[in-house]
């Protein structure tokens, strides 16, 4: 989605900055950016099954140190 604001004759800058954010806000762009800037995709099954796997091998390592004292 695209907006084009053009500045008015006889305009001031400021006047024109405010009503170019003004534009932004109610149009929803600025809220959407927002929301997608931390929407990571989810992981497919391939990269949940070796997560696992390697969540399943550091606790075994872990319970190893601890049952010889090393931990």
């Known amino acids: ?7 008015r004759p006889n305009e001031s800058v400021t006047a024109f900055v405010n009503r170019a954010n003004q ?3 109610k149009s929803g762009i600025l809220l959407e950016a927002r929301k997608r800037k931390f929407n ?3 992981p497919n ?4 099954k070796l997560s696992a ?5 550091v606790l075994q390592e872990v319970e190893r140190k601890k049952k010889w ?3």
């Open 1 to 7: 989605m695209t907006i084009v604001i053009k500045r």
């Open 23 to 25: 534009v932004i806000r």
């Open 40 to 42: 990571y995709p989810q």
């Open 45 to 48: 099954k391939r990269a949940k």
């Open 53 to 57: 796997i390697h969540k399943i091998k």
């Open 69 to 71: 004292g090393l931990n």
